[in-house]
Every structure is written in structure tokens, then in C-alpha cells.
């Protein structure tokens, strides 16, 4: 016996009563839209950059070696919006092992709580170090190599990626904490 997942998305167990938390669930809810569309969109993007690639090469013999910097910056913001899209979703892989040893959900919401709070520790520890390698290449003014295109528009998928997911994390340790001093009563 889990407890259910605690998701930064109001419903009536989670949602607060107060116009503040109804506008950050509100604002939250655009911003998963907005999510959405930029996986979609980049993801699209990368496959129709394959698809080109392939035609531009064995087809017409001409490749356009720009690709070969385009399809790593797509798939870097493909992979570090699903990583942030994940967070809001909490479908990162978990073994659930807890479960079968405990049924006692004030310890599992516990673990959980716990849980999320090294991973939000996690993610600023690494945010810190993607905003480093950003600051270092734009103090270096790096380019790409056909393209000339600066390497912050790759490194920029780092820090919004890791932003996401802190603030992500940070909306359910507040939801989880609450959870935890609703279930100490009981």
C-alpha cells in the first residue's frame, strides 16, 4: 500500500483553499501547456533535422554538416524539457521496495519527503554547475563551429531544465510537508 502521489496539481486532497495557491496552480497548469508544446516542438524538429539529413546525404549527395550542431542542441532541449516534464509528473523511475517492507503511510510519506529533498539538493548542485559552464562560454563568447551560432543556446537547456525541475521539486516538498503535518494528527 503506497500513499498517492503527490502531484503540484490542485485537486481536493492538494488544493488550497487561498486565491494565492489557486493562481500558482493556475500559472503552473500554462506553464506544463507551454512545456508540452516545446517538447513537442523540439522533438518534431529533431526528427524532421534527421529525416533532412538522411534525404541531403544518400539522396541528393550534398550533406549540410550545420545538422551535425543542430541535432545535439535539439536533443539536449528535448531531453532536459522531458527531464523537467518528468519532475512535474513524477515519473522518474522508482523501485518501490519501501512498500512491500512498510504499509504505514506517515513513513512512506516520509521517505517520499525525504526523497524529494535530495533530489531538490541535487538538482541546485547541479544547476550551480550548468550556470558555471554557461557563464564560462559567455564570457568566452563561444561559437559552433559551422554554424557560428553562440554555445549558450546549448548550455541555456541546461539551466532552464534544472530551473524547472527545482521549482518542480520545491512545489511538492511544500505539498508533501503539508501532507506530513495533516497525517501527524492521525
Known amino acids: 500500500m503506497t500513499p498517492e502521489p503527490v502531484l503540484p496539481v490542485p485537486n481536493k486532497a492538494t488544493a488550497h483553499k487561498d486565491e494565492y495557491s489557486g493562481l500558482i496552480y493556475k500559472l503552473e497548469a500554462q506553464l506544463a501547456k507551454i512545456l508540452r508544446l516545446a517538447m513537442f516542438l523540439t522533438s518534431l524538429g529533431l526528427g524532421l533535422l534527421m529525416a533532412a539529413q538522411?534525404?541531403?546525404?544518400?539522396?541528393?549527395?550534398?550533406?549540410?554538416?550545420?545538422?551535425?550542431?543542430?541535432?545535439?542542441?535539439?536533443?539536449?532541449?528535448?531531453?532536459?524539457?522531458?527531464?523537467?516534464?518528468?519532475?512535474?509528473?513524477?515519473?522518474?523511475?522508482?523501485?518501490?521496495?519501501?512498500?512491500?517492507?512498510?504499509?504505514?503511510?506517515?513513513?512512506?510519506?516520509?521517505?517520499?519527503?525525504?526523497?524529494?529533498?535530495?533530489?531538490?539538493?541535487?538538482?541546485?548542485?547541479?544547476?550551480?554547475?550548468?550556470?558555471?559552464?554557461?557563464?564560462?562560454?559567455?564570457?568566452?563568447?563561444?561559437?559552433?563551429?559551422?554554424?557560428?551560432?553562440?554555445?549558450?543556446?546549448?548550455?541555456f537547456s541546461m539551466i532552464a531544465g534544472f530551473f524547472l525541475m527545482g521549482f518542480y521539486y520545491l512545489l511538492q516538498l511544500i505539498v508533501e510537508f503539508k501532507a506530513l503535518v495533516t497525517m501527524r494528527g492521525k
Open 54 to 155: 538522411v534525404f541531403m546525404r544518400y539522396v541528393i549527395q550534398s550533406p549540410f554538416l550545420g545538422m551535425e550542431e543542430l541535432a545535439p542542441m535539439l536533443a539536449l532541449w528535448v531531453y532536459f524539457l522531458g527531464m523537467s516534464y518528468s519532475s512535474r509528473e513524477r515519473d522518474h523511475i522508482s523501485g518501490g521496495v519501501l512498500a512491500l517492507i512498510t504499509h504505514n503511510p506517515k513513513i512512506l510519506m516520509s521517505i517520499r519527503f525525504i526523497g524529494t529533498l535530495l533530489c531538490l539538493m541535487a538538482v541546485i548542485i547541479f544547476g550551480y554547475y550548468a550556470w558555471k559552464l554557461t557563464a564560462f562560454n559567455l564570457k568566452l563568447n563561444r561559437t559552433s563551429v559551422y554554424m557560428r551560432w553562440p554555445k549558450y543556446l546549448w548550455d
